[in-house]
């Protein structure tokens, strides 16, 4: 659309990645490098997924339209399995990693938490998932057209953008929730985020009836960050706290 | 730890890069955009004093269409319309220089124009008053159309500037497409303006070369560097031309006693868009008949060979100061070519010639400023004799115009111009012009008049001969033996010269109506087969001389049995030189019985030869002597359209992003520098199970 779409596009779907990043993972490299082996594990398991759904839809007729579209919802169900997986193994491969890493640091004790390992390779699933959403689409919201020629919504950028920011952020928690559920041995939490991931994946099909799609994936949002501080170590009783601006008695031990 | 070794990651780069390879690309730009691909674009075009044509900014200009209905509707693009700038749709019947001057002088709310061609208006002609008034013939008191203006429709829209892009549309599906959106998006309800968003058209057209020719080359750095970067090219094209006793080419400068009589009609012709040309009356006419009088003379030269030699020269480029006629006086003057101007005897050009019924005329211009010289007027009376004696038995007539009225804009005036030759022009107009699309697109085969009936089929069609052809045809014939009788055949010959309607009516069907048909195949070479099918023969220089070339050789030459190696190499053969003739392979008739092509290779003396302007020979980019006349370069064409936000939800979008950014940076410091306080049970104790 112009210069200025494409700015605001970019800060939405980007602003919350980019401000985690530059506050909490730029200053230590170790989360950097976790990060993006993170993003990796993600471009894996979108490269598996869609080559099964490309070797479908090449084994099939292109021209029967119906077919092409629940190909394309199977391929995308495969790609959300496959990406659950992938954040399965990558836990296990963090593990490994935070044994290795304890021994060979100079501190006692493992140089990162499993809580932060958590929430940068959630950070690093999200921001890999956003670029590849949304960049695509950004690079064309530079010309002067926008969409609706063939009858899309021409807000197609602008929700583009919230649903790469609420990608992100779900990435992010979920990773979260995944590996304190790992760690506890609570694999129905596993199962939960599957379900949740596939509920999201359903809800965008709902496009262009973007009421019915960006408002149910906000309040599933909403809903992951309150279970995600929880899981990490959040109470109420800390906000309490810090709303009467009084530190804790366990801020010692940092 | 688990290790990537490189043969597992090499293996997944390959994996990645066939993907990339061979998905197709679904992507957003074809949600937004679609590209017209059949547009005819304004170009830019230089002198030496002057810029004219079209240009677009160098990101293309872009603008809500307003389909224009009336003139009086032209107030809603430039004052009413409340979303500047517009793209405005014209039909052809409202492509007029008052419409195009109006939004001239308002182009900040004009983005650019696009023309729709339907119906023919009644009269256009896009081209000057007095063309080439500069280059002709040098007379004091009637230069300039003084006397008479020759084309008083012209309005002089060729060689006017604008800043914006004016692009042609063929009616097509594009055009529905266009008119379609408009309706749906960019209509006005009640007097307000229409709702975002609105349908809009994006044209690129940017020319690179400014001001003049003299600017254009020097920035062209020719001169400075072994492969220099053009910024605009000399216009000009191919001359053709054949003798009926060819020299030896290499010989150039003055051939004793040796007279010759050139025989001239004009090659080109040009539209507003100059791609879009047609020139029926123009030019078509003049350089068929021509053709004809050359075939229709093949025989009788041949078994009684005249005293003079007669040159049959076809000029390109005429229309931009002449420069093809140019060339040719320039060579000539500066021995290089095979005759001089002392050679030449007299000249003959045919002009416009669009006959009507039977019984009509045509008129014979000649020169009233050389004629002030005894001998110069005894020729050019005599050439006027034999042209009437020649239309013994024939439909028509041929009548002297008035004695002090000059001559029409002709490739003549240029001979004129370098030495007093004696010399007509035959025209179908006795002052200003008839033709009432001169220079225009609309000058096309309907303009002619030729009709076919509508149960033909294309090749039925070829053959068919219109009233037009046999019109033609007389025409034809008088010209042949009117050059035979000037060239001091034997009078007893004359009446066995007849021009063939066949061929004058297969000419028109080419040049006018469908220039890929059997028998224009047959007639060029193997390797040029392809130049037929891609242009129309008259809006391309290198078809159109190609086809003259190679119908010239056919009418004139001689078909030889040489091989199709010999052919390439005649030198090696004892009777043939390549000094005198030049050797032709073309594809022949494909024979009713099978599919196999006739080709045969021709002996002809037909040359065709390029025909820049001296100016460039001579480096002098402001000549007033020659054309200086070039095109510029530019980067590509380009049209599409799209539809277009208002400025409110753009603005809103950039206000959300800045907005998040800064709430995500905010609350993410909030939280980093709390972190210790919100996620208390941060480390725990040494034995748990990590």
Redesign the interface.
């Given at each position: 659309?112009?210069a200025?779409?494409f700015?605001?596009?970019?800060?939405?779907a980007f602003?919350?990645a980019?401000?985690?990043f530059i506050?909490?993972i730029a200053k230590d490299p170790l989360r950097v490098i976790i990060l993006i082996a993170g993003a990796f594990f993600w471009l894996?398991s979108l490269?598996l997924s869609?080559?099964v759904w490309?070797i479908a839809t090449k084994a099939t007729n292109a021209q029967d339209l119906t077919l092409q579209k629940d190909l394309l919802i199977f391929g995308c169900v495969f790609s959300v399995i496959l990406q659950e997986v992938f954040r399965f193994a990558y836990y296990r491969?963090l593990r490994?990693?935070?044994e290795?890493l304890a021994a060979i640091s100079e501190e006692?004790?493992?140089p990162l938490?499993?809580?932060e390992m958590a929430y940068v390779a959630g950070l690093g699933f999200g921001i890999m998932s956003g670029a590849f959403s949304m960049i695509?689409?950004l690079s064309?919201s530079l010309?002067?057209?926008?969409?609706?020629?063939?009858g899309?919504s021409?807000y197609?950028?602008?929700t583009s953008?919230l649903m790469t920011?609420a990608l992100t952020l779900l990435h992010t928690f979920w990773g979260v929730v995944f590996f304190e559920g790992c760690?506890r041995r609570r694999w129905w939490v596993i199962a939960v985020v599957l379900c949740l991931h596939l509920m999201v994946f359903s809800l965008s099909l709902l496009n262009p009836l973007y009421v019915g799609s960006i408002l149910p994936v906000y309040a599933i949002m909403l809903l992951m960050a309150v279970w995600a501080?929880f899981s990490?170590?959040?109470?109420l009783h800390?906000?309490t706290?810090?709303w009467m601006c009084r530190?804790?008695n366990?801020?010692t031990?940092? | 730890m688990w290790k990537i070794d490189l043969e597992s990651s090499k293996w997944v780069t390959f994996i990645v890069f066939w993907l990339f390879k061979n998905v197709s690309c679904n992507s957003v730009a074809q949600k937004i955009y679609v590209e017209l691909n059949n547009t005819v674009p304004c170009v830019r075009l230089l002198n030496a004093t002057h810029q004219i044509g079209c240009q677009s900014s160098i990101s293309g200009d872009t603008g809500v269409i307003h389909v224009l209905e009336s003139e009086a509707d032209l107030e809603w693009p430039l004052s009413k319309g409340p979303n500047p700038p517009y793209m405005v749709l014209l039909e052809s019947s409202l492509f007029t220089k008052s419409i195009m001057m109006k939004m001239k002088n308002a182009s900040s709310r004009v983005a650019g124009v696009v023309v729709v061609p339907k119906t023919s208006p009644r009269e256009f002609s896009p081209h000057t008053t007095c063309p080439n008034e500069n280059t002709g013939r040098r007379i004091s008191n009637l230069a300039h159309c003084n006397q008479t203006v020759w084309n008083p429709r012209g309005n002089g829209l060729s060689y006017e500037e604008f800043d914006f892009p004016v692009f042609s549309l063929k009616e097509d599906n594009e055009t529905e497409v266009i008119k379609q959106c408009y309706f749906d998006h960019n209509r006005v309800v009640n007097g307000s303006g229409p709702q975002y968003p609105l349908c809009a058209m994006q044209l690129f057209s940017h020319m690179f070369a400014v001001t003049d020719t003299a600017t254009c080359m020097r920035r062209s750095n020719i001169d400075f560097s072994s492969s220099p970067v053009m910024v605009c090219d000399p216009l000009g094209g191919y001359n053709v031309w054949a003798f009926i006793r060819p020299y030896n080419s290499t010989a150039f400068g003055h051939k004793e006693n040796e007279s010759v009589v050139i025989a001239a009609a004009r090659l080109d012709s040009r539209a507003f868009f100059l791609q879009d040309s047609t020139g029926a009356e123009g030019s078509v006419s003049g350089f068929v008949t021509l053709l004809a009088a050359a075939q229709a003379l093949r025989q009788a030269t041949q078994e009684a060979p005249p005293t003079r030699n007669i040159l049959f020269a076809f000029f390109h480029g005429e229309v931009f100061d002449y420069i093809g006629s140019s060339r040719m006086v320039y060579n000539m003057k500066n021995n290089k070519f095979v005759i001089d101007l002392d050679n030449v005897h007299s000249i003959l050009e045919i002009g416009q010639v669009k006959t009507l019924r039977s019984g009509s005329n045509l008129f014979l211009h000649s020169d009233p400023v050389s004629r002030r010289n005894n001998t110069v007027d005894d020729e050019v009376t005599n050439l006027v004799n034999n042209l009437h004696s020649s239309t013994a038995g024939l439909n028509f007539s041929f009548v002297e115009s008035g004695f002090s009225q000059p001559l029409p804009p002709s490739s003549f005036q240029r001979f004129l111009r370098a030495r007093a030759i004696p010399g007509i022009v035959l025209a179908d107009h006795q002052t200003a012009f008839n033709n009432r699309y001169y220079e225009s697109f609309y000058d096309n085969a309907a303009h002619l008049n030729l009709t076919y009936p509508s149960n033909l089929s294309p090749e039925e069609q070829l053959e068919f001969v219109t009233d037009t052809a046999k019109s033609l045809t007389e025409v034809a014939t008088a010209v042949a033996r009117a050059l035979f009788k000037q060239a001091g055949g034997n009078d007893s010959q004359v009446n066995n010269i007849n021009a063939d309607p066949k061929t004058v009516t297969q000419m028109l069907y080419g040049f006018l109506v469908r220039s890929n048909n059997s028998w224009f195949q047959a007639v060029m070479a193997p390797e040029l087969k392809d130049v037929l099918r891609e242009h129309s023969a008259t809006t391309d220089a290198n078809a159109l001389t190609y086809l003259v070339q190679y119908l010239l050789a056919n009418l004139t030459g001689t078909a030889t049995n040489l091989t199709q190696s010999q052919c390439k190499k005649p030198d090696e053969l004892p009777n043939e030189s390549t000094y005198v003739y030049s050797y032709l392979w073309v594809q022949g008739m494909v024979p009713p019985n099978s599919t196999q092509r006739e080709s045969f290779c021709v002996r002809t003396a037909v040359r065709r030869v390029m025909a820049v302007s001296p100016a460039f020979d001579l480096g002098d980019y402001v000549s007033k002597e020659y054309s200086t006349w070039t095109e510029s370069q530019r980067k590509f064409i380009k049209a599409r359209i799209f539809l277009v936000a208002s400025r409110d939800l753009e603005m809103m979008t950039l206000g959300v992003g800045v907005a998040v950014l800064f709430t995500s940076l905010l609350v993410t410091y909030f939280v980093s520098t709390k972190a210790d306080v919100l996620f208390s049970a941060v480390r725990e104790p040494a034995n748990a199970a990590y």
């Open positions: 659309m112009t200025a779409v700015f605001g596009c970019a800060f939405i602003g919350p980019f401000s985690l506050f909490t894996v490269l869609s080559l490309f491969l490994k990693a935070n290795g006692d004790g493992p938490s499993v809580r695509n689409t064309d010309g002067p057209g926008t969409v609706g020629m063939f899309d021409q197609y950028f602008i953008a920011l760690e501080f990490s170590g959040g109470s800390n906000i706290l810090l530190k804790s366990t801020e031990s940092s | -």
